[in-house]
Structure formats: structure tokens, C-alpha cells
């Protein structure tokens, strides 16, 4: 049994005075073999949670905890790692902060090889975990070559290599298309029928239907609902819209043929891509874009998405010719006329505050400035102004990347994944904020498995399926 009794949680800063609260007076038990959904706004506090009951707070984060966290009765505090290793695992926000080897294989196999089990155990193991989370044919690659959707799943199967007691889940649903968030829903309801308690921080909610026992919804670090399932389902639209939370209930698509753009964009002929000794990724015998508008580049984990936008960047040599208004687009040309943000946009935050990343790279006066804080208060980020850029949340991170691209007033933004980490307000905002770039004469391309995102953003997308690329119109179907 997890039980928080009057936790508080605040976190130092450069200077050890206390930050606001991140948790304040929580209390919550939870049974052991529940399946409980933690989730709120960005910032609400989510991560923080998970982080008392793994340990990394206080003993990685400095932070200052008072109340009581226990897990079986005893004080996480005072569990050795080694302990918590043994009865608890984590799937983290970001899959790069807990690989530790270069292949599947052997990320699988990395934690029983610590606790000295023998061979023929491990090999069982990894055999069964790689199946269970779908990644029996990524065994033996190198996970600098996996996809993001695809080093989500080895994240997810490096937690389970210990069979641990309790699983904690942070934005596990983040990078995963709608095929491989059926997997985590059989995972998930795989380790309730194993007795295994699960707790899960997402945003999205509908793939969760049916799966959990309870949802705790946190608001400013505390607890503003605790539901059940059955009264969760009960509750209206209007409810998640006025908690700033995603829709519990999901939207289908169904394509039909596009209509005649306004005006014609970039054009892609004879291309295709392909890595070093291995089938081409996909190929596109004739395909054009509108000159402006809101995209989406859509598909399975590993077909290839990213590395369509990266040919169009201009970052990556493939064959065939990219042209706009029938004259050669080239690659160098396309590196100055387009702005990326990264699927790991910290990559890319260099400031010392977020207002100093906004301004790097324009030209200083009073107009920049304007334009960075008019971005600034569209992704609500104003009022993070003076904070180190690598201190924000995962969400906030992802919306200011998105006010430096619309900073750069490109002809093309390029966005990977861009609501992972996202609430609904949140996700709303950005939204609308690259509808109104497009509206502004720019040509905004989304990578995205967010079901809710391209309902809300898109009239278009480039599916990518069986290595063939092809643009859609979107009609919309309620499921």
C-alpha cells in the first residue's frame, strides 16, 4: 500500500531559498493492485509525485519534505535504492534518462544482470517482456536508431524487467500511436491482473477508459478531485473543459481525397529514403503541399515521420528533387527558410532565462522584444520569464520551443511531437497559435499521434503507411 499523510514537497533554489510548493498537504492512499491516473495541468505537480515515491526526491532533487510518504508501511526516505529498485520501477517523462546500454538486448536485460540473476532467467525474461510491449523485432538494435514512439516501449520494458510490485508511469503515452497505446492498455491491465499497483501521470485520458480504478486530479500541488472510474465516465465534457483536462472520450478519422490547394507549395518528386544496408523507409513518386496551412505527418512508430520532416529540412540527403513554384528548392536553401522544433526540444535551449532564449539569434529593439513577449504570454509562459529554460516542465519546455520557432517567422515550421507533455488549455493554446502562423502566410508541418490535436488543428495530413506517403483530407467521426 502507497500512502502520502500531509506531504508537502518544495524545491530549493540557486540560491537554497524554498521554491512555491510543488506538492502541498496531500493525502492519498492508495491499495496495493489499484490502477490509479494522476494527471492535472502542466506544473500541477504530477512528476513531482511519482518523484516521492521513487526516491529522486529528496535524494536526487533537492527538496524540502515534510508530512509522511510510505510505501508497505515504511518510509521511502529510508529505503536504499537497492530496495526501491527491487519493489518499485519507473517509465520516466524523457526515455533518454534511464538507458544505460546501446542495444535493445541489453537495456532489457541491464537490470537482472544487476541483481545477478541467473542467464537462462534473463534471457527468459527479456524473450517475454520484448513480446509483451511489442519490440520482439527491435531486439538486438541500436537504441540510437529507434524512434521516440519506440524507445517509449524499451522505456516501458526496462520497467518491467524486475517484475516490481509497483509500476509508476510518467507521460507513458507520450510519442506512442494509437496501435502501441493498445499495447500500454494491455500492459497496463495485464499488471492489475497481476496484483501489481500502477499509477499513472498522463495528459491523455481515452486510452485509459476501462483500464483504471480511480482518477486524482491535482490542481497548484493539491488534490482538487479523486474519482472512481465509474463517476469519471459519468462526468460531462464541460467538467474536463473547466479542469484544463483532455477529452475522456476519443474521435475517429476517416480520409478522403484533398481538394485543390489556393496556392501550391513544396513539391516532392521521385524521392525515397533509405538507411545504410537496410529497405527504403518510404517513397513518393509525385507529392505536393499547400503553400500555407497546418499539417500533420502521421503514422506508426518507426515509419519514418521524422525523417520525412528532417528530407524536407534540408538535413538529410535523399534521392529525388524538392522544388517550390517549379524552381529547385535546395537543401541549403531549405535550412535558412524553415525552423524545427526537436521531439527532445531541450536540445535546443541554450539561455540563461527563458526571455534571453527568445531573444537569441534576432536582432535587437523594441519590436523583438514585443514579439517575444506577445509569444510568451500566448504560450503562457510569461510569467516564467526569468527561469532557466532546463528547470521548466516537460510541457512548459515543448510550448517555448514552439515561441522560439514562431519567433524565427519561417516560411516552414517543422514541429516534432509538439503536445507531448501537453494539458488541454495548453494544448488548445498552441493550437491556436499555429493556426494563426498559417493564417499568416507560413507552412506549419506536425508530426503527431495526438488523436485530439489533429482533430483540433488539422484539415490535412501526410500519412505515412507500407513505405507509400500520401496527403489526406480529414473527416471527422465521433467513435
Known sequence: MIEFTEATVSYLGDD?????????GIDLVIPTGQSVLVTGDSGCGKTTLLRCLNGLV????DAHVTGSITLDGVPVAQLQARDLASRLGTVFQDPRS???TFDVTSELAFCCENFAMPSEEIVRRVGEIAADVGITDLLGRRIAGLSGGEKQKLAIGSAMALSPRVLLFDEPSANLDLDSLDMLRGVILD???RDVTTIIADHRLSYLDGVIDRCVVLEAGRVAADLTSDRLRLLPDAWFTDHGLRRLRRTGFRPTPPEPFDQAGPRIQDARFAHPRCEPLWRIDDLTLPASGVIGITGANGVGKTTLMRVLLGLLKSRGRVSWNGRTWTRRRRTRDCALVMQDVEYQLVGESVWDE???GSPPGPATEARAAELLARTGLEELRERHPLTLSGGQKQRLGIALACMKKARVICLDEPTSGLDARNMQRVSDLLRDVAEDG???LVITHDVEFIETTFD????IDGHQVVLEKLAREEE
Open 58 to 61: 529528496p535524494h536526487f532533487f
Open 191 to 193: 499488471l492489475k491482473e
Open 442 to 444: 507560413a507552412l506549419v
Open 460 to 463: 490535412h495530413t501526410v500519412h
Open 16 to 24: 537554497d531559498a524554498l521554491l512555491p510548493a510543488a506538492l502541498s
Open 98 to 100: 534511464e538507458f544505460f
Open 358 to 360: 527568445m531573444l537569441i
